[in-house]
């Protein structure tokens, strides 16, 4: 349903998926041992689904707080729910939010000026990245050859096809081009909805370790 590359300087340490309570809700997610933020997380007791990526646009000269704790926060309310004047001494990003009773995903885009909203559905198919650490042609070239999966299907054996074929293309593109030779892919984060409710994989690409945990 949901796979998640977390492009990183490569000793940026994480500690693996854990559960946590804040404010009586239950969350997992993997911790940056430095900002004990999160790119991607999980509200079980709601259930809501998050994710955060980088991007460009005008930066702070010292920020007033982390894109991954921005995560957290929009977890903790268990809805996305962001305002332009509160964002202005944080660096661009783009956040996902997935309501798994409405269907429905928020995306919103801030590029240190501008704060944008779109909605998508859970159906569509779709990859974003983080247009700090890519080139334009970098980008455009994965974003062909996902698409082009996604219309194999014939080539793929799922009967959740989304998740699978996500996790499929990650697994095959895992160190992949960045503008800078310390940063590549530290970890892959998948969540599945199967028959028990969610399922959570988490593979670190530097430890090379693997961890499911049942949600």
């Not at 993997?30 to 259930?47: A, E, F, W």
């Amino acid at each position: 349903m949901l796979t998640f590359n977390r492009d990183e300087v490569y000793n940026r340490v994480a500690k693996p998926p854990e559960q946590y309570t804040v404010d009586n809700q239950k969350l997992i997610f993997p911790k940056d041992i430095k900002s004990s933020g999160s790119s991607i997380g999980v509200n079980v007791t709601r259930p809501v689904i998050g994710y955060i990526l980088k991007l460009k646009g005008k930066k702070p000269k010292i920020p007033s707080n982390s894109k991954g704790n921005i995560c957290i926060d929009q977890l903790i309310q268990g809805k996305a729910n962001l305002y332009e004047n509160e964002l202005h001494d944080i660096a661009p990003f783009t956040l996902l939010s997935l309501c798994l009773h409405t269907q429905v995903i928020t995306q919103y885009h801030w590029d240190g000026l501008l704060l944008k909203q779109i909605k998508r559905t859970i159906s569509t198919y779709f990859i974003l990245y983080s247009s700090s650490l890519y080139e334009n042609a970098i980008m455009k070239k994965l974003k062909a050859e996902f698409n082009s999966l996604i219309r194999r299907k014939s080539e793929i054996e799922t009967t959740t096809s989304s998740f699978d074929k996500k996790y499929f293309f990650y697994k095959n593109h895992r160190i992949l081009l960045k503008r800078r030779s310390n940063i590549q892919t530290v970890s892959i984060t998948t969540i599945l909805k199967n028959k028990n409710g969610l399922k959570l994989n988490y593979t670190d690409l530097s430890e090379n370790t693997k961890q499911t945990i049942q949600l």
